[in-house]
């Protein structure tokens, strides 16, 4: 089945970096987009990234725009996201996406923590 491992979260001071990882398997990750969201504990999901299967065209949210980036290993069958000059408002859990056969599949997350 469908699987969805991130990592790389952790605590990080303001204007930091941390770079996440999302490990798939049990599809054939190439042939899909996937995509990162958010979300603080309280308050909805929030969408960050997303890529195209073969990496070719990435979209951000504004919020991220310039300090995160996404890219993919197809041969790894990993998704990361570069966060850099990271912010308070950044703290929040991390989750990768992806769509197959019409059904979206989350990861259990990692924790990312902003703070000085």
């Known amino acids: 089945q469908v699987r969805l491992v991130e990592s790389g979260g952790g605590l990080a001071q303001p204007g930091g970096s941390l770079r996440l990882s999302c490990a798939a398997s049990?599809?054939?990750?190439?042939?899909?987009?996937m995509t990162w969201a958010r979300q603080v504990p309280g308050k909805g999901p929030e969408w960050l990234s997303g890529?195209?299967?073969?990496?070719?065209?990435?979209v951000y949210a504004e919020s991220v725009k310039g300090r995160f980036t996404i890219s993919r290993d197809n041969a790894r069958a990993t998704v990361y996201l570069q966060m850099n000059s990271l912010k308070l408002e950044d703290t929040a859990d991390y989750y990768c996406?992806?769509?197959?056969?019409?059904?979206?599949?989350w990861g259990r997350g990692t924790q990312v923590t902003v703070s000085s």
């Open positions: 996406q992806t769509t197959w056969r019409s059904l979206n599949y």
């Open positions: 049990g599809f054939s990750f190439s042939n899909y987009a």
């Open positions: 890529i195209l299967s073969d990496g070719s065209d990435t």
